[in-house]
């Protein structure tokens, strides 16, 4: 659907510019397009003041209806041990056969990192706004602390695995029935310098393409 634009006059032009120069927009989108996911994580995780302004980031997400969907569960510290505990809980009720022992390694996710976040989504089944839009918010509001962290120096990774989809999760996270769960953004400082190294990506020119006016024609009513 189209919105009317709100009418840009050149000052507000001006106001919006005011925050940069070509040289400091050409760094942040050198910046942006540099980042990666990193895993395994280590210390420093972001301090409180850096981590604040990742979740202010993600409130910047364009949220159709101002619904703020977006919701984080912040788990670090000694809590990680307890977090590891409940994936090694939820793997030995998905295979009652296996010794508990043969979980072990989930314990060393949830170490993985100095800094886990669950990432939710509140979903208003009264909104007009479609379930699928309300989640798209949230995962945009990943991305976007994804986006900050790497501008801080640090490192994220968004991991769901099948615990993510597991009702046992949801409730051992205090999740409500109308929240969903969107996986875990593991957040620290890349493990080595290796990790460091920006990955390679394909070229955009295969993934984009225009419009043309005959595909409309064609296209069945
Ligand atoms: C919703 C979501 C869930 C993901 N879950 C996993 C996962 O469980 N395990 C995994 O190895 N990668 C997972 N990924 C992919 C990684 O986050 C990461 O994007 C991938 O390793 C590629 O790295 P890049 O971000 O540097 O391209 C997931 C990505 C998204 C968007």
Not at 20 to 39: G, M
Not at 125 to 150: D, F, R, Y
């Amino acid at each position: 659907m189209l919105y009317p634009a709100r009418s840009m006059n050149s000052a507000s032009l001006a106001a919006n510019a005011k925050h940069t120069t070509p040289d400091n927009a050409q760094h942040a989108v050198d910046l942006l397009l540099s980042r990666r996911s990193h895993w395994p994580l280590s210390e420093p995780a972001p301090d409180q003041q850096h981590l604040e302004r990742i979740f202010d980031a993600a409130m910047r997400a364009p949220d159709h209806g101002r619904l703020r969907p977006q919701r984080f569960v912040v788990i670090r510290g000694e809590a990680r041990h307890a977090f590891g505990e409940l994936l090694v809980d939820l793997a030995a009720a998905r295979n009652p056969g296996d010794p508990r022992s043969a979980h072990a390694h989930r314990r060393q996710r949830a170490m993985a990192a100095p800094l886990i976040v669950a990432l939710a989504a509140v979903i208003d089944g009264n909104s007009s706004v479609p379930e699928l839009e309300q989640l798209l918010c949230a995962g945009a509001a990943a991305m976007n602390m994804l986006n900050v962290i790497h501008l801080y120096g640090y490192g994220g990774f968004w991991a769901t695995g099948i615990d993510t989809y597991e009702p046992a999760m949801h409730r051992a996270l205090g999740l409500d029935a109308n929240e969903r769960l969107l996986g875990f953004l593991f957040v620290g400082t890349p493990a080595n310098d290796k990790e460091n190294q920006p990955s390679q990506r394909p070229s955009s020119d295969a993934y984009v393409r225009e419009w043309q006016p005959f595909e409309h024609a064609a296209a069945p009513a």
